[in-house]
Nanobody, 130 residues
């Protein structure tokens, strides 16, 4: 089981930026997918972006452009840190943001589909408001 701890959420004004961080550890395989999801008030969970162990990124529908996913990996591949840079934030981006992982990956390529991820963090709240 991969352990995931998110941080970096908070209150930001419209048009502002935030960078979310997720520290992931406990990988049992050198192959993995890690991803960001969000749940907006009254809405279903949405896939924001994912990144594979070899750095391939994928974005959810309408997520690319204002959101950028990246990662740093420890030398022994036992731990990585996932980032979500969010720019030009809008009130409709208000949500609980979750980090998720699957190791080994559930599919040949990393997706932003909830069912493809086994391990989840507790989430970090992002509120965009004036």
């Amino acid at each position: 089981e991969v352990q995931l701890v998110e941080s970096g959420g908070g209150l930001v004004q419209p048009g502002g930026s935030l960078r979310l961080t997720c520290v992931a550890s406990g990988y049992t395989s050198s192959r993995y997918c890690v991803a960001w999801f969000r749940r907006r008030p009254g809405k279903e969970l949405e896939g924001v972006a994912s990144v594979s162990d070899d750095g391939v990124t994928k974005y959810g529908y309408s997520m690319k452009g204002r959101f950028t996913v990246s990662q740093t990996v420890s030398q022994d591949n036992a731990k990585n840190t996932l980032y979500l840079q969010m720019d030009g934030l809008k009130p409709e981006d208000t949500a609980m943001y979750y980090c998720a992982a699957s190791s080994p990956p559930a599919a040949p390529i990393c997706t932003t589909i909830e069912a493809d991820f086994n391990d989840w963090g507790q989430g970090t709240q992002v509120t965009v408001s004036a």
